[in-house]
C-alpha cells in the first residue's frame, strides 16, 4: 500500500483561467483519419457534422476552487488521487461554461458578463456618489447609466456578430 506521509496542511491555491480555441475544420478531419475510430462515436459525428462551428471556445472563465486538506495522513498514492479527484470534479462543474462559450450560440457567458458589468456599475456607481455628494451622485447615474448602455450593446452585439460568423463559416 506505501508509506503514509502527513501534512499539517496541504492547501493548493484556486486556479482562474480564461480558455480560448480557434480551430478549422481540418482538426475534425485530421482527428478522424488519424483517431483510430473517432468517427464512429456518436458525439464525435455529430462535432464532425457542425465542422468549425463548434471548434471556437472565446474567453471561457474557468475558475477551479482552491484544494485544502488538513492534516492529511496518506500515502502518495492516495493523495494524488484526493487531488486527482478534487480537480476532476471541480472542471466537470465548469463545464458549462465551455459549452456556454462556444461561438455558435453566440457566446452566452460572455454575454452574461457583460450585462452583469452593466448592471453591477447602474447601481454602484450612484451608491458611491451619494456618499460624497449629490453632484457626485448625478455623475454616478450619468457613469452607471452610460456603463449599462455600452456592456449591454456590446454584449449583444458581439453575441450576434459570433452567431453570423459562424453561420458564415460553417455555410463556407
Known amino acids: 500500500a506505501g508509506e503514509k ?3 499539517e496542511l496541504l492547501e493548493l491555491q484556486p486556479v482562474l483561467v480564461n480558455l ?6 481540418a482538426i475534425l478531419q485530421r482527428a478522424s483519419s488519424e483517431g483510430g ?16 462551428v463548434i471548434t471556437t471556445i472565446d474567453r471561457a ?5 482552491a484544494l485544502v486538506l488538513e492534516r492529511p495522513f496518506a500515502s502518495q498514492r492516495e493523495l494524488v488521487a484526493s487531488i486527482r479527484n478534487h480537480y476532476r470534479t471541480q472542471l466537470i ?17 460572455g454575454l452574461v458578463n457583460n ?9 454602484y456607481e450612484p451608491a458611491q456618489g451619494i456618499t460624497k455628494s449629490p453632484a457626485e451622485f448625478l455623475k454616478g447615474v450619468s457613469k452607471g447609466s452610460s456603463s449599462l448602455l455600452s456592456h449591454s450593446t ?19
Request: charged share 10%; net charge positive.
Open 5 to 7: 506521509c502527513y501534512f
Open 20 to 25: 480560448s480555441f480557434y480551430g478549422t475544420g
Open 37 to 52: 475510430g473517432l468517427s464512429y462515436n456518436p458525439m464525435f459525428a455529430s462535432l464532425k457534422a457542425l465542422g468549425v
Open 61 to 65: 472563465p474557468i475558475a477551479l476552487n
Open 93 to 109: 462543474q465548469q463545464l458549462y461554461k465551455l459549452v456556454g462559450s462556444f461561438e455558435f450560440l453566440g457566446n452566452p457567458v
Open 115 to 123: 450585462l452583469g458589468t452593466g448592471v453591477h456599475d447602474f447601481f
Open 154 to 172: 456590446y454584449g449583444f452585439m458581439n453575441a450576434a456578430s459570433k452567431v453570423t460568423g459562424s453561420a458564415a463559416k460553417s455555410l463556407a
